[in-house]
């Protein structure tokens, strides 16, 4: 019916607005996660710590040519559990940065 293509249409505009958000977030969260491993430790990375940086690489790539091109949206469910994962860092930062300025904001001066 009408009211379902319409509804199949605003959802998949959905998807196309908060794919590129949720790539956004997850290169943001890799800069994130970078910068807090290299704070805790001035060692050279380790194996993990290479094959995590592999990973997000390729999230990233294979994300960013989904960008570029107009993929089907199913090609790119394969790849969301990663792209999240990849962003949770980005996502705390911001969520602790909030908490942080909502408690400055509401203690008291005296």
Known sequence: ?????????????????????????????VVVAARRSRAASRLEPGPAALTGAALAAFVCAYAA?????????????AVMPAILALAA??????????????????????
């Open 1 to 29: 019916t009408a009211a379902e293509t319409a509804a199949i249409e605003r959802e998949l505009h959905l998807e196309r607005g908060l794919f590129p958000a949720l790539v956004i977030l997850a290169g943001a969260g």
């Open 89 to 110: 860092p980005a996502w705390r930062a911001i969520l602790t940065h909030r908490r942080e300025r909502r408690a400055t904001v509401a203690a008291p001066t005296g």
């Open 65 to 77: 040519i989904h960008l570029v091109i107009e993929a089907q949206p199913r090609y790119r469910y």
